[in-house]
């Protein structure tokens, strides 16, 4: 079954904090792992994804951790800011393509000023 | 360049009812899927259509059903609705089957009563 599981539910950060959310999966077919940035009233924004030929993938404040063996991987987000508040969605597919997304649960993110 | 555009932004349905949701997809991009996102959890993916054909489905009984027309706008249709379809529904559009990524509508929020 094509599951991908997400961590924590919510979470709270100091401004300039570090904000971690983990998420899990089982398929191992799986070849693209993209996180969305939701804010209320919004669809979901593509905010940076990765390939499991990479272990690690930095964008600005945005990191994506990636540890094929565990099949887990996670999204840091450095100096957290205020703005950064919103629902935050890992996803999978296949076929490197970025298809058929499965989503996480989603990670509700407070960043307090 | 324009985003994906969705219309309604709210509806209310009687329970057996049939509905009809619009997307205008952004210009360029010849695939388009759906997503039904219930409150408070992640997008499931309802099905995609690639070139006026529907190339994938997720797990939804065939009630949920879809159009492409060729300028590659799109209708996600459900008939005899439940209380339970009630839900954000979300348009994504991309070119290439989502292989250069996807751009989210900001959802039509059905409500059936």
């Known amino acids: 079954q094509q599951q991908v599981k997400q961590s924590p539910q919510s979470l709270i950060v100091q401004k300039g904090g570090i904000s971690i959310i983990n998420c899990a999966y089982e398929?191992?077919?799986?070849?693209?792992f993209p996180w969305y940035q939701q804010f209320p009233g919004k669809g979901p924004a593509l905010l940076i994804a990765?390939?499991?030929?990479?272990s690690e993938k930095k964008e600005g404040r945005f990191t994506i951790s990636f540890n094929k063996s565990a099949k887990q991987f996670s999204l840091h987000i450095m100096d957290s800011q205020p703005g950064d508040s919103a629902t935050y969605f890992c996803?999978?597919?296949?076929?490197?393509?970025?298809?058929?997304?499965?989503f996480g649960g989603g990670t509700r993110l407070m960043v307090k000023p | 360049e324009t985003g994906v555009t969705q219309s309604p932004t709210h509806l209310i349905k009687t329970r057996g009812q049939q509905v009809t949701l619009r997307c205008s997809s952004q210009?360029?991009?010849?695939?388009v899927s759906w997503y039904q996102q219930a409150l408070g959890q992640g997008p499931q993916f309802i099905f995609q259509y690639y070139r006026e054909e529907e190339n994938g489905r997720g797990n939804f009984p065939p009630r949920f059903s879809g159009l492409q027309f060729p300028n590659y706008s799109s209708e996600l249709n459900v008939n005899a609705l439940e209380l339970d379809d009630s839900a954000l529904y979300l348009c994504a559009s991309s070119l290439g089957q989502g292989k250069f990524g996807y751009t989210f509508g900001s959802g039509t929020r059905l409500t059936v009563v």
């Open positions: 996803a999978a597919s296949l076929n490197n393509a970025g298809n058929m997304l499965t």
């Open positions: 990765i390939r499991p030929d990479v």
């Open positions: 210009s360029g991009h010849n695939t």
């Open positions: 398929n191992t077919a799986f070849d693209y």
